[in-house]
C-alpha cells in the first residue's frame, strides 16, 4: 500500500478530528490523575483553532500521510524562536517544534509515524532550525520509546503532584 505524503488541505478536516479524538481518548485513559479529557469531553474544534493559531505564529504546517484515499496520520510542526525568558538561561536557537504526531491505531507499525517525524524534519531543515523538540506524555511510553527510535533524547522533565487529597 502506497503512503502519499502531502501539506493538508481543507477537506481533510474532519478525518484530522476523528484521529485527533482517538489520540485524546487514549491519553485520557492513560492519565492516572484524570486530568485529560476523554473525547465525550474535548473540543476537537477549539483544539484545531488553538492548534492553527500557533502554526501560523510559527511558519508551521500539517502534513498528511494518505493510503488509498484515505487518513492514516499526520504531523504538526512549526518553527520557534528562543523566547527572551529562555534567553536568560540558553543560548538562541531556531528550533522546530513538533506539536502532534498521531497515526491511526490501525495503521501503526507501518513506517507511517516514522515518515512523518522525517516530512516534518526536513521542513525544519528547511527553514533554519538546529534542533527539533517534541514533548510525550509520560505515561504514554510507546510513544516514548518511538521517540527515542527516531533518535530523541530526553532533556526535561516535568512531575507532578496533587496536593489537595
Same mark, same amino acid.
Given at each position: ?12 478536516q474532519?478525518? $484530522? ?5 482517538? $489520540? ?9 490523575? =484524570?486530568?485529560n ?12 483553532? %488553538?492548534?492553527?493559531? /500557533?502554526?501560523? &505564529?510559527?511558519?508551521?504546517r500539517?502534513?498528511?500521510a494518505?493510503s %488509498?484515499?484515505?487518513? /492514516? #496520520? ?8 528562543t523566547?527572551? !525568558? ?9 528550533d522546530?517544534?513538533?506539536?502532534? $504526531?498521531?497515526?491511526?491505531? #490501525?495503521?501503526? #507499525?507501518r ?6 517525524? !522525517? ?5 525544519? &531543515?528547511?527553514? #533554519? ?10 505515561? %504514554?511510553t ?5 521517540? &527515542?527510535?527516531? =533518535?530523541?533524547?530526553?532533556?526535561? /522533565?516535568?512531575m507532578? &503532584?496533587?496536593?489537595?487529597?
Open positions: 500500500m502506497e503512503i502519499i505524503v502531502r501539506p493538508e488541505r481543507p477537506e481533510d474532519h478525518a $484530522l478530528e476523528v484521529l485527533m479524538i482517538e $489520540l485524546q481518548d487514549h491519553i485520557a485513559s492513560l492519565d492516572f490523575l =484524570g486530568r479529557r476523554p473525547a465525550v469531553s474535548f473540543d476537537v474544534q477549539a483544539y484545531f483553532k %488553538n492548534l492553527r493559531d /500557533t502554526l501560523r &505564529k510559527g511558519d508551521g500539517i502534513f498528511v494518505e %488509498n484515499g484515505s487518513i /492514516t #496520520g499526520f504531523v504538526a510542526g512549526s518553527v520557534t524562536e523566547s527572551s !525568558q529562555d534567553l536568560l538561561e540558553a543560548f538562541p536557537s531556531r522546530g517544534k513538533v506539536h502532534e $504526531l498521531i497515526v491511526a491505531s #490501525g495503521e501503526r #507499525g513506517g507511517i509515524g516514522a515518515g512523518r517525524m !522525517q516530512t516534518v524534519e526536513e521542513y525544519f &531543515k528547511e527553514h #533554519g532550525c538546529k534542533f527539533m523538540k517534541v514533548g510525550c506524555f509520560a505515561p %504514554n510507546s510513544a516514548h520509546d518511538f521517540y &527515542k527510535r527516531c =533518535g530523541f533524547k530526553d532533556r526535561y /522533565t516535568e507532578i &503532584k496533587e496536593v489537595n487529597v
